[in-house]
């Protein structure tokens, strides 16, 4: 993205404070401000980033957007109402100067799982410096605006971008500033319902993104999902390609040749989905069924951009998971731990607990609090325990009060800790090569600390 002050002013109806100024890129954190780049001063509840007007031009910052103009710096500033609001246009407005193929994707679920492989059999097929996928956290009203800036016209031939959201019409907004050629939703499932209050509110929210499709444009679905028969209703002339388990998924996933290579740290997946009429073979890294079925939307993306089966194997083949999704460690007494710690919800706790019940050994459900739950988080935590004991998991080792009380409904074997520290201490000491640990809980719960002390050391 290059463009000067005085071209960006007319569409963000802004005014500029100094001289004109060319800049290349833009940044709203002076710690990853590049020489050239627009720094955006943003400002929330706590925090103002017209406060660091005086780094960002120390980082070479190009000029600045801002709400007010400040004095004491020397660089040009652009000045709008609203600095957020003029990101979003900005990069909506280089959005559309772009003309690569644009693919986005949401859901309750397996995001960024299924963001990866997308961008995997992307760069397979188009190459590792053509594709433009969004890094990160980088999912929401400031990251997405952020990666839409990073799109670089001549280059990217194609890009990927996660859209995340917890209240409702966030995906609608975020979408119509991708406007994406494809639009697919990974699932939907009780998660950040203290935003939405519902998962009718959730699933309204994500199948949103179809809207953003232009007319000719193409529509991924889950098969699988309750809520599919709305969205597909809702797609006009849009083409749709479904992917699941169901009898009319054109991606179909086979249940009967799901299984498991190896064992332990070092077991992969391997599967076969049915492509219409004929069949394709597939092997990863990532465990579970369920991300058979992200493989699934991974490999009908591909269709909708008739990119072949045999590229899509080779990526999935070298495809690592995502750090604290599934990740299968060694702990330290050299048996299984699967690092599924990155967040948590009941669906996706629930997926991860068939993937421990698989295991060899002793299964120990390490478990963190499950955030933004609603009135009823206990109860989904007292659910998740029942499912974890009727799955044959052996011990549920829970870490504070919401997990109390799936710990209660685990029964013999439950136990409750007040902090992680303490939860840790009393993992260590009871660790055997042929125990098997998950652990997994939401950001907030941290529970990625207990992955560091518990993880064998690497050489």
Partial sequence: MAMSLSQAARPLAGTISGADATFTGVSTDTRRLAAGNLFVALRGANFDGHAFLAEAQAGGAAAAL????LDGVSIPQLVVADTLAALQVLAHRHRQSCAGRVIALTGSNGKTTVKEMIAAILRAHYGPESVLATRGNLNNHIGVP????????ERHQAAVFELGANHRGEIAMLAALVEPEIALVTN??????????SVEAVAQTKGAIYAALPADGTAVVNADEHFAPQWVERLGTRRCIRFGASPQADVRFLPERLRTIGAGHGARTAFSLALGKREASFEMALLG????????AAMAVALALDIPAATVADALAELAPAPGRLNALAHRAGGLLIDDSYNANPASLAAAIEVLASAGGERVLVLGDMAELGDDARGWHARAGAFARAAGIDRLVAVGPLSAAAAQAFGRGGEVFADRSAATRALRDSLAVDQSLLVKGSRTAGMDAVVRELARAEG
Wanted: glycine share 6%; charged share 15%.
């Fill in 289 to 296: 069924r369920h991300n058979v079925l992200n493989a699934a």
């Fill in 146 to 153: 952020l990666m839409l800036c990073e799109l670089d016209c």
């Fill in 66 to 69: 801002v709400n007010h103009p």
């Fill in 188 to 197: 939907v499932a009780p998660a950040h319902l203290e935003g939405f209050g």
